[in-house]
């Protein structure tokens, strides 16, 4: 998937993950955003799947996993 389209759909789960959030902390979902997506790309190329580690395959759902890791921080 392109880095574009990627942006594009972790910006707008963050967006709405982040409704209850602080204003100061929506101005740096777009950042939030790029890191998380290069984050997930390092790791990607970092860790290949071997066939003795098949196990390193790296998706959108483990970049969901970051996502959703944020979220699970309190508010309030």
């Not at 409704?19 to 984050?39: H, S």
């Not at 071997?50 to 970049?63: C, E, M």
Request: aromatic share 10%.
């Amino acid at each position: 998937m392109e880095d574009a389209n990627l942006s594009i759909i972790v910006t707008k789960i963050l967006e709405w993950g982040l409704t209850e959030y602080v204003d100061k902390l929506k101005l740096f979902i777009p950042n939030l955003a790029k890191t998380t997506i290069a984050v997930h790309k390092k790791i990607s190329k970092t860790f290949l799947p071997l066939p003795a580690k098949s196990h390193y395959v790296f998706n959108l759902r483990d970049l969901m996993k970051v996502v959703a890791g944020i979220f699970s921080v309190p508010h309030s």
